[in-house]
């Protein structure tokens, strides 16, 4: 049985009002409504954008400590922002956005040598005075394991930064390797990693580093005789990480320094994780003896997401947003753009900025526009995983049942323009065309072609059928 919101809301505002000054509270939590309470989920309304930003920023740890004593450890915070615009309307518009439901990043303090000598003459026997310096860990708070969605993808690196952020230099997992083409989500598992370290470990220090930021300040160590203080910085990290470490390709002497860097980490149980754009095997121009280190740990890689994996992706994306979108929109952008995750997203801004300049609602119609400008403009072709959407939409027919056994006349008839359609508008081989329409060898789709081909020439109708797939298909209509 659901609790009522606001009574949930007002055991809230008891406990908020004991930790906040009296004009605070006034100004910040009264103006607030409870709207609904479902599954855990609390709903509020807050009179603005700027109001909503401003309990993001200075309230959140208080709120959300607040709705979990009230509603557990699974409960969530969802806020209704009345549109700044629609002051004076009966209804006035607003739209939801999700709490970050985490506080920020926030600098760590480190211990670093410090000279002791005026003159500059260092004793070996006398211990070095310390000093205190702030170190940024550099890492981005949207790139957390709440907006990382999971699927077949990504569900072992996934799962290993898991275990790592749990117990940082405590696995077997270290190094830790996470590796796979552009934009499949190599450098956001990478800062949830972090991230999610700096939530269950406040004190340990966590950077995240390019590696070509790391070859820079090398660079000027050496130019500045300052080689010793770069080392010693780097030893002190609790949590390095470093991404795109297949930059370290070529420069020797940035090789060595990270080798002494790494072993030292490494000795004393401190946490590594890098991210690559292959695996350690088809690493090129890096010492074997880097090679070996990388492998001593874990090397997971991230693949293509599949079909609801894009739709998951999209439809987090526009839950965090707070933009609502027509499903069949988002079906179709997840079926047209299968390559990685970044053009995926990509595809959706452009999308979203298309209908926001010109004033359109979000259609279908709409969709196809922006995605055969935006197909042509990373020239990238039609998926078959799209093409049988399409096919098997046209004629009514679930996609698993196209790929099934079935020798139904109608479902080999789709099967078969399938294939057809693949061969003509995709670059794929007919055994790769034919492995995913149901399993079939290449003899198959050649057969297929063929019978489409001879249809269209006896089959009025069936004419029909090809014409009205191709410009679905071309996206002309």
Same mark, same amino acid.
Request: hydrophobic share 40%; aromatic share 10%.
């Given at each position: ?21 009296? +004009? ?9 409504? %409870? ?6 989920? =609390? ?27 009230? #509603?557990?450890?699974? *409960? ?20 939801? $956005? ?14 670093? %040598? ?23 860990? @550099? ?28 117990? %940082? ?9 996470? !590796?796979?083409?552009?934009? =499949? ?6 800062? *949830? ?7 269950? !470990? ?43 470490? &297949? ?23 401190? @946490? ?15 010492? @074997? ?8 740990? #874990? ?7 599949? =079909? ?25 952008? *997840? ?21 926001? $300049? ?10 196809? +526009? ?17 093409? +049988? ?23 080999? @008839? ?21 492995? +995913? ?9 050649? &057969? *297929? ?5 001879? #249809? ?16 679905? #298909?071309?996206?002309?209509?």
């Amino acid at each position: 049985m659901e609790r009522n919101p606001e009574k949930v809301w007002e055991a809230c505002l008891n406990y908020i009002k004991d930790n906040i000054t009296p +004009q605070n509270f006034k100004t910040w939590f009264l103006p607030i409504r %409870p709207l609904k309470l479902r599954d855990n989920v =609390l709903t509020i309304q807050v009179p603005s954008k700027f109001f909503y930003e401003w309990l993001e920023e200075h309230y959140l740890p208080l709120i959300r400590s607040a709705i979990t004593r009230e #509603l557990g450890e699974n *409960a969530k915070l969802v806020y209704s922002i009345i549109m700044e615009n629609t002051y004076g309307n009966q209804n006035p518009a607003s739209i939801n $956005l999700p709490s970050n439901q985490r506080s920020p990043v926030k600098e760590q303090k480190v211990n670093i %040598p410090a000279e002791i000598s005026a003159h500059g003459v260092k004793n070996p026997f006398v211990i070095p005075g310390l000093r205190k310096v702030h170190v940024d860990s @550099q890492l981005n708070p949207n790139y957390n394991f709440d907006n990382y969605i999971e699927g077949d993808f990504n569900r072992l690196a996934r799962s290993a930064g898991f275990a790592v952020a749990k117990k %940082p230099g405590g696995t077997s997992f270290n190094p830790l390797l996470i !590796y796979g083409g552009t934009g =499949l989500g190599k450098t956001h598992l990478a800062n *949830a990693v972090g991230i999610e370290i700096k939530e269950n !470990y406040p004190d340990k220090i966590v950077l995240y580093v390019r590696c070509d930021t790391f070859a820079q300040q090398f660079y000027e160590s050496t130019r500045n005789n300052s080689t010793n203080d770069f080392v010693h910085f780097y030893r002190m990290i609790d949590v390095l990480i470093i991404d795109d470490i &297949h930059n370290l390709a070529g420069k020797i002497k940035t090789q060595d320094v990270f080798f002494e860097i790494f072993n030292h980490l490494h000795q004393n149980n401190k @946490q590594i994780i890098l991210t690559s754009d292959r695996s350690p095997v088809d690493l090129q121009g890096i010492e @074997q003896r880097l090679l070996s280190r990388f492998k001593w740990g #874990l090397s997971a890689d991230l693949q293509m997401p599949d =079909l609801e994996s894009r739709i998951a992706i999209l439809e987090s994306k526009l839950y965090k947003d707070g933009i609502e979108m027509p499903r069949d929109v988002v079906e179709y952008l *997840a079926y047209s753009i299968n390559t990685n995750i970044r053009e995926l997203e990509g595809a959706l801004i452009s999308l979203l900025a298309q209908a926001s $300049l010109n004033k359109k609602q979000i259609t279908i119609d709409l969709a196809r +526009q922006m995605i055969d400008k935006f197909v042509k403009n990373i020239t990238r072709e039609l998926s078959i995983d799209y093409i +049988q959407k399409v096919v098997c939409d046209y004629f009514d027919l679930p996609i698993d049942v196209m790929k099934s056994k079935t020798r139904k006349r109608e479902v080999v @008839q789709a099967r078969q323009l399938s294939m057809y359609f693949a061969k003509m508008l995709t670059k794929n081989s007919l055994a790769s065309i034919g492995a +995913q329409c149901g399993n079939k060898d290449h003899a198959t789709v050649l &057969h *297929a072609c063929k019978t489409v081909a001879n #249809l269209m020439d006896t089959d009025k109708k069936f004419k029909g059928y090809v014409e009205d797939l191709k410009k679905k #298909l071309t996206l002309n209509n």
